[in-house]
Nanobody, 118 residues
Framework: VQLVESGGGLARPGGSLRLSCAAS????????MSWFRRGPGRERELVAVVNFAGDITNYADSVQGRFTISRDNAKRTVHLQMNSLKPEDTAVYYCKASQPYVGARDYWGQGTQVTVSS
């Protein structure tokens, strides 16, 4: 199983970035997909999550209204559109594939750095 994130980089405050996570080696549509982040000196936190079909999403309060998670099961990809970026959004962003079953294994990507700075 591989999850490969892309799309990170440097953005100005108020700017936008679009992260992508490409999955292989798993039945993508059978996994709940999430984005997490870990900022400097911070604990890892859940940013956004999308269900199997892509029609139910949930967001951390800190990104609600600014970030949008979406998935394309045909392309085995999950995206995180990040708008109105703030310096506090600076973090390494990780995608995670999980199943809501006892004993199910989670899979993580390697992370992509997002830096928001003027």
């Amino acid at each position: 199983v591989q999850l490969v994130e892309s799309g990170g980089g440097l953005a100005r405050p108020g700017g936008s970035l679009r992260l992508s996570c490409a999955a292989s080696g798993l039945t993508f549509s059978s996994y709940v997909m999430s984005w997490f982040r870990r900022g400097p000196g911070r604990e890892r936190e859940l940013v956004a999550v999308v269900n199997f079909a892509g029609d139910i999403t949930n967001y951390a309060d800190s990104v609600q209204g600014r970030f949008t998670i979406s998935r394309d099961n045909a392309k085995r990809t999950v995206h995180l559109q990040m708008n109105s970026l703030k310096p506090e959004d600076t973090a390494v962003y990780y995608c995670k594939a999980s199943q809501p079953y006892v004993g199910a294994r989670d899979y993580w990507g390697q992370g992509t750095q997002v830096t928001v700075s003027s």
